[in-house]
Nanobody
Framework: QVQVVESGGGLVQPGGSLRLSCAAS????????MGWYRQAPGKERELVAR???????IYAESVKGRFTISRDNAKNTAYLQMNNLTPEDTAVYYC?????????WGQGTQVTVSS
């Protein structure tokens, strides 16, 4: 049974930093891709960053230069380092882990950027 668990959200002031973690488990062959998405109130869920097992990375334009995604394949864990946060980054952040058969989502972690 695949499980995806996010952690690391919280309240931070504008200009601050947070690091999110996503631990995936239960896939015998690991996960071909892991990604971070976010959903703000009244908006659709959007891609933030995605990293393939081989290391290829995609970022949303809005976070380029501020966010960094990384992963530890041995631990099936992905990280999202978020710097220079703005109120527009406030959202629930979800992790998605991809196998050859399906996509698996975590429960989400709230990130609030406010003074």
């Amino acid at each position: 049974q695949v499980q995806v668990v996010e952690s690391g959200g919280g309240l931070v002031q504008p200009g601050g930093s947070l690091r999110l973690s996503c631990a995936a488990s239960g896939s015998a062959f690991g996960f071909s891709a892991m990604g971070w998405y976010r959903q703000a109130p009244g908006k659709e869920r959007e891609l933030v960053a995605r990293i393939l097992r081989g290391g290829t990375i995609i970022y949303a334009e809005s976070v380029k230069g501020r966010f960094t995604i990384s992963r530890d394949n041995a631990k099936n864990t992905a990280y999202l380092q978020m710097n220079n946060l703005t109120p527009e980054d406030t959202a629930v952040y979800y992790c998605k882990a991809v196998t050859g058969l399906a996509n698996y989502w975590g429960q989400g972690t709230q990130v609030t950027v406010s003074s």
